[in-house]
């Protein structure tokens, strides 16, 4: 399969605001160019929450059909322990059941959740917990028809939360006997901060030849991608835009073109979903097809030129893009700028530099012109 056939296949998105009802979700989605879109069904931060009226459904459903967005999950509560010891436990249960719930009458296929922390019990004991709340709730649900997948998601292992290794959420598969309505989600930026490295082709076969044994490539239903603002294994869990942390633009390269994973979405998590998404979502696309990832630049002009430009100017360019090829393309916009090259100096980050200097990610250049009479 060739990449760009693998990037026309897989639906990909973002975890999308609700901030205007669940409905929003899908059409803001649909606007950046997501066909997959993630979302809370209900408020991540508060154990209550009012059933999903009529019209709210109504309108999700009727919004799926008008954008056309493939694939929907939603991400459950962050309160939810489903390992937990104490009185946690049943309200984690009882608020779990109200997400597959949500996510039934909204015709959402899964619902990715945390596996949970030990919260100081024995690591044994929180498994146990985290199995036995699964089972029970999986036998409920099924015996209600409910259709709903759990998505179990790895974790950074930050604190004590379980699912950092591999072996557990293998562990937890096996024991309720690979149930059909049971997978797993694969973040990449906490795999990374857990310790399973991806930055090179060799790390990443490594990783998910790691991951096929503990876990099997068929359980995974939902990618998330990060990257990470923390090194290798260090535990700490911090979304960075693609490119921009740890792991690097290159390390998305072979996940996105494995096509075992043709048909899994991908789903960002990045930060500044208004600003950020549309251009971490256009980086994933790039990167899948093989193409050269762009980098933003800020362009600030200066002198004369600031009459016309008051404003920075930002600007994607093909990675690798020199400042000489930028101003090439901006007096192709404009005719007033087609004096840059021949005239101007330019600054990067507050440094001179020549015109066959490159350009990297998210720097500043300004536009200086000549001193009027010098
Ligand atoms: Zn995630």
């Given at each position: 399969?060739?990449?760009?056939?693998?990037?026309?296949?897989?639906?990909?998105?973002?975890h999308m605001p609700v901030s205007g009802g669940l409905h929003t979700s899908l059409i803001a989605g649909k606007a950046i160019g997501c066909t997959a879109v993630q979302l809370f069904t209900a408020n991540p931060r508060q154990w209550?929450?009012?059933?999903?009226?009529?019209?709210?459904?109504?309108?999700?459903?009727?919004?799926?059909?008008?954008?056309?967005?493939?694939?929907?999950?939603?991400?459950?509560?962050?309160?939810?322990?489903?390992?937990?010891?104490?009185?946690?436990?049943?309200?984690?249960?009882?608020?779990?059941?109200?997400?597959?719930?949500?996510?039934?009458?909204?015709?959402?296929?899964?619902?990715?959740?945390?596996?949970?922390?030990?919260?100081?019990?024995?690591?044994?004991?929180?498994?146990?917990?985290?199995?036995?709340?699964?089972?029970?709730?999986?036998e409920e649900t099924d015996a209600q028809h409910n259709p709903v997948g759990i998505a179990l998601e790895t974790t950074a292992g930050q604190?004590?939360?379980?699912?950092w290794r591999f072996e557990q959420i293998g562990a937890v598969l096996q024991a309720l006997g690979k149930h059909p309505r049971l997978g797993a989600c694969m973040d990449t930026c906490h795999i990374f901060a857990a310790g399973y490295d991806l930055r090179d082709a060799a790390s990443y076969a490594a990783t998910m030849a790691a991951f096929d044994a503990h876990i099997g490539i068929e359980h995974l239903k939902v990618i998330h991608a990060n990257d990470s603002k923390k090194p290798l294994g260090s535990r700490v869990d911090r979304h960075a835009h693609i490119g921009a942390g740890e792991i690097g633009a290159q390390g998305f390269v072979p996940l996105l073109q494995d096509a075992r994973l043709a048909s899994v979405p991908v789903l960002l998590e990045t930060p500044e979903a208004r600003k950020m998404h549309a251009i971490n979502l256009q980086r994933l696309?790039?990167?899948?097809?093989?193409?050269?990832?762009?980098?933003?630049?800020?362009?600030?002009?200066?002198?004369?030129?600031?009459?016309?430009?008051?404003?920075?100017?930002?600007?994607?360019?093909?990675?690798g893009a020199t400042v000489r090829e930028l101003a090439e393309q901006l007096a192709a916009q404009d005719v007033r700028l087609s004096d840059l090259l021949q005239y101007c100096r330019f600054a990067m980050d507050t440094e001179y530099v020549t015109p066959d200097s490159a350009l990297v990610s998210d720097c500043e250049l300004a536009v200086l012109p000549p001193v009027s009479g010098g």
């Open positions: 399969m060739t990449p760009e056939h693998t990037a026309l296949q897989r639906p990909m998105g973002a209550q929450n009012a059933p999903l009226s009529g019209d709210a459904v109504r309108a999700f459903r009727e919004a799926q059909e008008a954008t056309g967005v493939r694939f929907v999950c939603a991400h459950a509560s962050y309160l939810i322990n489903l390992a937990a010891a104490n009185e946690v436990l049943e309200r984690s249960r009882d608020a779990f059941r109200a997400e597959l719930e949500r996510a039934r009458q909204l015709e959402i296929p899964w619902v990715v959740v945390h596996p949970g922390a030990h919260a100081g019990q024995r690591e044994d004991d929180a498994m146990a917990h985290l199995i036995e709340s699964l089972q029970r709730i999986l604190g004590s939360t379980l699912g696309r790039c990167l899948a097809d093989g193409q050269p990832l762009e980098v933003q630049v800020t362009v600030l002009f200066f002198g004369h030129y600031r009459d016309y430009y008051p404003a920075p100017c930002v600007l994607m360019v093909p990675y």
